[in-house]
């Protein structure tokens, strides 16, 4: 695992995982991170090395893959429990909920620019694909 929480880092990071052999790097969910994400995708086209996130916002930025929890239908169901806690249920008595709905969103076109066929069954099973 590679760690960066200043923009000098993010570059050292990519250098680092290069140098270890990496073939791909996995961008974790971070606000300093999603504020990286121009020059993520410039290092990874640069170092050919594809980069796979939980963000749809990700990839539509230039990232290979985003496979994460749709974060609309998060809201969705997050709006539905400030309406019981509103109509009077006590949080601490409402479940605990996970998501419920996933997301897998390819871009094609950081794909050809990083020299990868995208399987066509991965394609079919995509909720977006960003040509």
């Known amino acids: 695992m590679l760690e960066c929480g200043v923009e000098s880092e993010v570059e050292t990071a990519f250098a680092s995982a290069v140098r270890q052999g990496a073939h791909a790097v996995y961008v ?11 020059h993520i995708v410039a290092l990874a086209l640069r ?15 230039g990232q290979l893959i985003s ?7 998060m ?20 479940p605990v909920q ?15 620019a990083l020299g990868l066929d995208v399987p066509p069954t991965l394609l079919a099973g995509a909720d977006e694909v960003i040509e």
């Not at 974790?28 to 121009?38: E, K, N, Y």
């Not at 539905?80 to 006590?90: D, F, H, N, S, T």
């Open 28 to 38: 974790v969910s971070d606000l300093f991170l999603q504020g990286q994400r121009q």
């Open 98 to 112: 996970g998501p419920t709905k996933y997301e897998l969103v390819i871009n094609l076109k950081t794909a050809k």
């Open 75 to 94: 809201y969705r169901r997050a709006g539905i429990y400030v309406g019981r806690i509103l109509k009077g249920e006590k949080p601490a008595d409402l």
């Open 67 to 73: 496979y994460g929890a749709d974060d609309l239908e």
């Open 47 to 61: 170092h050919k090395l594809p980069v796979v996130s939980s963000e749809r916002e990700a990839v539509r930025a």
